[in-house]
């Protein structure tokens, strides 16, 4: 299934801040270029399947303190 992701920078990470199934709902409230297209099983499996292409950041220990050591 293809879902498209809007991905922007939060605390330095690239992570998913929107989510759709509806390519027409993605240029329309995202704008043409500001999104991606992922291929994933279910909406469960769009985090992991855009960490392997590279798109988003894991979330790590480090990340999620702001960085703080």
């Known amino acids: 299934m293809k879902f498209f992701i809007k991905v922007e920078f939060v605390n330095g990470l690239r992570l998913i801040t929107g989510c759709t199934t509806s390519r027409e709902y993605a240029a329309t409230q ?5 999104y991606s297209a992922v291929y994933a099983d279910n909406a469960h499996s769009v985090k992991a399947e855009s960490i392997r292409a590279g798109l988003t950041d894991p979330m790590t220990a480090t990340a999620t303190n702001g960085g703080a050591a």
């Open 30 to 34: 995202w704008g043409l270029g500001t």
